[in-house]
């Protein structure tokens, strides 16, 4: 069965700080390569950052120098290190795999507010 379990949000304070995990099972396998996604009210679904299979990175822009996506293939988890959090950082966040782009987990919710 495959599945894309994600954990580690919560409430959070301007300026701090999360991880995410997303745990993969089934015939997901996270050395081929994952991204993590976020949705705001109202707003698209918007990808956060990537990891190929051959380890490089990318990220969106609004978030380069404050989040880290890495992964561990022996645990099949990736994980979304987020520092310097900023209200509009506010969102569900979502792991996704490249080999099996139209499946989704339930997400994280991830609030940042004073």
């Known amino acids: 069965q495959v599945q894309l379990v994600e954990s580690g949000g919560g409430l959070v304070q301007p300026g701090g700080s999360l991880r995410l995990s997303c745990a993969a099972s089934?015939?997901?396998?996270?050395?081929?390569?994952m991204g993590w996604y976020r949705q705001a009210p109202g707003k698209q679904r918007e990808l956060v950052a990537r990891i190929t299979g051959g380890g490089s990175t990318n990220y969106a822009d609004s978030v380069k120098g404050r989040f880290t996506i890495s992964r561990d293939n022996a645990k099949n988890t990736i994980y979304l290190q987020m520092n310097s959090l900023q209200p509009e950082d506010t969102a569900v966040y979502y792991c996704?795999?490249?080999?099996?782009?139209?499946?989704w987990g339930q997400g994280t919710q991830v609030t940042v507010s004073s």
């Open positions: 089934g015939s997901i396998f996270v050395r081929y390569g």
């Open positions: 996704n795999a490249a080999a099996l782009p139209t499946y």
